[in-house]
């Protein structure tokens, strides 16, 4: 598949911290999408892969998103525009919202590698086995299978606290998948109705909308973007709440919800793309 002048940079776009079942193993990227397992590898402007169409890819890759355009609507200052520079090609993966709302669950205070060894061990022991070059890969539990588990059952999965809200989403979801309506919500009501969900707070349901569920707009705010606004955005907000949001503490949701609202407002409709470039040119610094 050429991609001839589609930007597109695989590699971050799948270590960027958007997904987490995806490994490189020589010089290839093996991962599970829905039903099936495929590998991909990027040469020049050129994709390879096996087990899945051209359709599925562009799909699941968002390369139909212009992102000359997206670049130059975010673009509102230096910082964006370097973020931009450093990670071009950076696209937002369009997961399926089961999965990437159970990952996002699971992510509540733990690191990228925790995150991939709970999901890894719930789909080895929840998941169907499925092949690809010799490799065994397996997908990932309906929710139906994961509403008939008990909490030990995924507690021995890693996920330690995370299990009750896992298990209570499942059997919800199971009665009545209303994930895929949330798509044709506007964004303030889809995410209304994912944060009654257990275990879903504001930054769990602005990552299952931007990352899953098309929200181009969503700007989830964790530790790494409150550090990018206080970097490089103080000015837009009065000095005492720069001084509270300043401290260790977690941020409350009225000032999660502030921060929310200043990054869609700033940099607009496609605000997610914006907030996924900065929160990895920020992880980079390092």
């Known amino acids: 598949m050429k991609l001839?002048?589609?930007?597109?940079?695989?590699?971050?776009?799948?270590?960027?911290?958007?997904?987490?079942?995806?490994?490189k193993n020589g010089g290839w990227w093996y991962g599970v999408a829905g039903d099936r397992a495929f590998k991909i590898r990027q040469v020049n402007a050129e994709l390879e892969f096996a087990n899945a169409d051209e359709?599925?890819?562009?799909?699941?890759?968002?390369?139909?998103?212009?992102?000359?355009?997206?670049?130059g609507d975010v673009g509102k200052d230096e910082h964006v525009r370097k973020a931009f520079q450093?990670?071009?090609?950076?696209?937002?993966?369009?997961?399926?919202?089961?999965?990437?709302?159970?990952?996002?669950?699971?992510?509540?205070?733990?690191?990228i590698a925790a995150i991939k060894h709970m999901l890894v061990k719930l789909s080895k022991k929840f998941g169907k086995k499925t092949f690809l070059d010799n490799h065994d890969f397996y997908t990932f539990p309906t929710?139906?299978?994961?509403?008939?588990?008990?909490?030990?059952?995924?507690?021995?999965?890693?996920?330690?606290?995370?299990?009750?809200?896992?298990?209570?989403?499942?059997?919800?979801?199971?009665?009545?998948?209303?994930?895929?309506?949330?798509?044709?919500?506007?964004?303030?009501?889809?995410?209304?109705e994912l944060v009654?969900?257990?275990?879903?707070?504001?930054?769990?349901?602005?990552?299952?909308?931007?990352?899953?569920?098309?929200?181009?707009?969503?700007f989830p705010v964790d530790v790494w973007v409150k550090r990018v606004i206080l970097r490089h955005y103080k000015p837009h907000f009065p000095d005492a709440f720069i001084k509270k949001i300043s401290s260790h503490a977690p941020l409350s949701n009225a000032e999660y919800e502030k921060l929310n609202e200043f990054g869609r407002t700033y940099f607009g409709k496609y605000a997610g793309y914006a907030q996924e470039?900065?929160?990895?040119?920020?992880?980079m610094q390092r």
């Open 55 to 71: 359709k599925f890819v562009e799909n699941y890759f968002g390369l139909d998103d212009d992102l000359q355009k997206i670049r």
């Open 277 to 283: 470039y900065l929160y990895h040119y920020e992880r």
């Open 4 to 23: 001839d002048t589609v930007p597109f940079n695989l590699d971050v776009t799948l270590c960027c911290g958007q997904v987490f079942r995806w490994e």
């Open 196 to 218: 009654t969900f257990p275990g879903v707070g504001l930054k769990v349901a602005d990552c299952v909308l931007l990352f899953s569920l098309g929200k181009i707009e969503s």
């Open 86 to 111: 450093e990670f071009w090609g950076l696209r937002i993966i369009r997961q399926d919202p089961w999965e990437c709302l159970v990952s996002y669950i699971c992510a509540t205070y733990k690191s």
């Open 143 to 192: 929710p139906e299978k994961l509403a008939k588990t008990t909490e030990s059952d995924l507690m021995e999965c890693g996920l330690g606290y995370r299990a009750k809200y896992v298990l209570e989403t499942s059997k919800r979801i199971s009665e009545n998948n209303s994930l895929e309506s949330l798509r044709k919500m506007p964004y303030q009501q889809a995410k209304k």
